[in-house]
Protein backbone atom coordinates (compact mmCIF):
# COMPACT_ATOMS: atom_id res chain seq x y z
CA UNK A 1 0.00 0.00 0.00
CA UNK A 2 0.97 3.82 -0.45
CA UNK A 3 0.48 5.38 2.43
CA UNK A 4 -0.33 9.32 2.40
CA UNK A 5 -1.32 11.90 5.22
CA UNK A 6 -5.14 12.13 3.92
CA UNK A 7 -6.58 15.24 4.16
CA UNK A 8 -10.09 15.44 2.53
CA UNK A 9 -10.15 19.88 2.05
CA UNK A 10 -7.17 18.72 -0.63
CA UNK A 11 -8.65 15.44 -1.99
CA UNK A 12 -5.95 13.46 -2.16
CA UNK A 13 -8.25 10.64 -2.66
CA UNK A 14 -9.07 12.02 -5.96
CA UNK A 15 -5.34 11.86 -7.21
CA UNK A 16 -4.03 8.63 -5.80
CA UNK A 17 -7.30 6.52 -4.27
CA UNK A 18 -5.75 3.03 -2.01
CA UNK A 19 -2.93 1.79 -3.84
CA UNK A 20 -1.82 -1.67 -4.00
CA UNK A 21 1.46 -3.27 -4.63
CA UNK A 22 2.64 -6.77 -4.87
CA UNK A 23 5.86 -8.07 -4.76
CA UNK A 24 6.33 -11.79 -5.07
CA UNK A 25 10.21 -11.69 -4.58
CA UNK A 26 12.57 -14.84 -4.07
CA UNK A 27 15.55 -15.53 -2.43
CA UNK A 28 18.16 -14.05 -5.03
CA UNK A 29 15.49 -10.76 -5.07
CA UNK A 30 13.93 -11.01 -8.15
CA UNK A 31 10.32 -10.03 -8.34
CA UNK A 32 8.02 -12.70 -9.87
CA UNK A 33 4.16 -10.70 -9.34
CA UNK A 34 3.65 -10.63 -13.08
CA UNK A 35 5.09 -14.70 -13.70
CA UNK A 36 2.82 -15.59 -9.98
CA UNK A 37 -0.34 -14.29 -10.01
CA UNK A 38 -2.41 -14.11 -6.74
CA UNK A 39 -5.01 -17.04 -7.38
CA UNK A 40 -1.88 -19.24 -9.29
CA UNK A 41 0.10 -19.37 -5.72
CA UNK A 42 -3.14 -19.66 -4.11
CA UNK A 43 -4.15 -23.09 -5.99
CA UNK A 44 -1.09 -24.99 -4.90
CA UNK A 45 -0.65 -23.98 -1.27
CA UNK A 46 -0.74 -26.33 1.58
CA UNK A 47 -1.23 -24.95 5.08
CA UNK A 48 1.53 -25.97 7.64
CA UNK A 49 0.70 -26.00 11.78
CA UNK A 50 1.58 -22.53 13.57
CA UNK A 51 4.25 -24.35 15.42
CA UNK A 52 5.73 -25.73 12.12
CA UNK A 53 5.63 -21.76 10.71
CA UNK A 54 7.01 -20.44 14.10
CA UNK A 55 9.70 -22.52 13.44
CA UNK A 56 10.08 -22.23 9.45
CA UNK A 57 10.18 -18.45 10.35
CA UNK A 58 12.76 -18.55 13.36
CA UNK A 59 15.32 -20.98 11.30
CA UNK A 60 15.10 -18.38 8.50
CA UNK A 61 14.46 -15.08 9.94
CA UNK A 62 18.09 -13.44 8.69
CA UNK A 63 17.37 -14.33 4.91
CA UNK A 64 14.00 -13.56 5.39
CA UNK A 65 14.76 -10.05 7.04
CA UNK A 66 16.51 -9.70 3.68
CA UNK A 67 14.07 -10.74 1.47
CA UNK A 68 11.68 -8.22 3.35
CA UNK A 69 14.41 -5.38 2.54
CA UNK A 70 14.70 -6.28 -0.85
CA UNK A 71 10.48 -6.33 -1.47
CA UNK A 72 10.41 -2.62 0.24
CA UNK A 73 13.07 -1.89 -2.21
CA UNK A 74 11.08 -3.05 -5.48
CA UNK A 75 7.66 -1.75 -3.65
CA UNK A 76 9.74 1.91 -3.28
CA UNK A 77 10.28 1.44 -7.18
CA UNK A 78 6.37 0.77 -8.37
CA UNK A 79 5.34 3.42 -5.93
CA UNK A 80 8.03 6.17 -7.57
CA UNK A 81 6.10 5.55 -10.84
CA UNK A 82 2.58 5.67 -9.77
CA UNK A 83 3.78 8.77 -7.26
CA UNK A 84 4.81 10.15 -10.83
CA UNK A 85 1.53 9.66 -12.06
CA UNK A 86 -0.31 11.21 -9.01
CA UNK A 87 1.38 14.19 -9.69
CA UNK A 88 0.81 14.18 -13.23
CA UNK A 89 -2.34 14.20 -12.94
CA UNK A 90 -2.54 16.68 -10.02
CA UNK A 91 -0.67 18.82 -12.22
CA UNK A 92 -2.78 18.77 -15.65
CA UNK A 93 -6.21 18.75 -13.80
CA UNK A 94 -5.19 22.05 -11.17
CA UNK A 95 -2.99 23.69 -13.73
CA UNK A 96 -6.09 23.59 -17.08
CA UNK A 97 -8.29 24.93 -14.26
CA UNK A 98 -5.91 27.75 -13.11
CA UNK A 99 -5.46 28.58 -16.78
CA UNK A 100 -9.03 28.38 -17.28
CA UNK A 101 -10.17 30.46 -14.38
CA UNK A 102 -7.43 33.35 -15.15
CA UNK A 103 -8.29 33.32 -19.10
CA UNK A 104 -12.20 34.06 -17.26
CA UNK A 105 -10.86 36.47 -15.23
CA UNK A 106 -9.53 38.99 -18.26
CA UNK A 107 -12.94 38.87 -19.42
CA UNK A 108 -14.99 38.52 -16.52
CA UNK A 109 -14.18 40.32 -13.42
CA UNK A 110 -16.49 38.56 -11.01
CA UNK A 111 -13.83 35.82 -10.88
CA UNK A 112 -11.88 36.87 -7.83
CA UNK A 113 -8.23 36.21 -7.69
CA UNK A 114 -8.64 34.68 -4.12
CA UNK A 115 -10.28 32.16 -6.17
CA UNK A 116 -7.13 31.03 -8.50
CA UNK A 117 -5.08 31.64 -5.45
CA UNK A 118 -7.21 28.70 -3.54
CA UNK A 119 -6.47 26.43 -6.42
CA UNK A 120 -2.76 27.33 -6.60
CA UNK A 121 -2.47 26.66 -2.71
CA UNK A 122 -4.53 23.33 -3.38
CA UNK A 123 -1.80 22.33 -5.74
CA UNK A 124 1.04 23.04 -3.80
CA UNK A 125 -0.07 21.00 -0.30
CA UNK A 126 -1.35 18.28 -3.10
CA UNK A 127 2.38 18.10 -4.22
CA UNK A 128 3.51 18.44 -0.72
CA UNK A 129 1.21 15.77 0.51
CA UNK A 130 2.12 13.09 -2.76
CA UNK A 131 6.09 13.69 -2.18
CA UNK A 132 5.98 12.83 1.36
CA UNK A 133 3.79 9.19 0.53
CA UNK A 134 5.65 6.60 1.03
CA UNK A 135 5.00 2.37 0.11
CA UNK A 136 4.38 0.09 3.73
CA UNK A 137 3.91 -2.94 3.87
CA UNK A 138 0.47 -3.97 4.56
CA UNK A 139 0.83 -7.96 4.30
CA UNK A 140 4.14 -10.30 4.08
CA UNK A 141 3.28 -14.52 3.26
CA UNK A 142 6.12 -16.64 3.36
CA UNK A 143 5.93 -19.43 0.98
CA UNK A 144 8.33 -22.67 1.34
CA UNK A 145 8.75 -24.35 -1.87
CA UNK A 146 9.54 -27.96 -0.84
Known amino acids: MISLSVSD ?6 YLPPTTI ?3 ADQQGRDHASLLPHELIGQ ?4 VPPETAAHIVRSEEATLRTLVAVAE ?10 LKGAHT ?3 DNLSTEINR ?5 RVNPNIREDEIEHLESHW ?7 DTAKP ?3 AIRVIVDT
Open 22 to 24: RVV
Open 124 to 130: QILSRVL
Open 44 to 47: GLEA
Open 136 to 138: RPD
Open 101 to 105: LKALR
Open 89 to 91: QTR
Open 9 to 14: TVQTLR
Open 73 to 82: ELAATQASTI
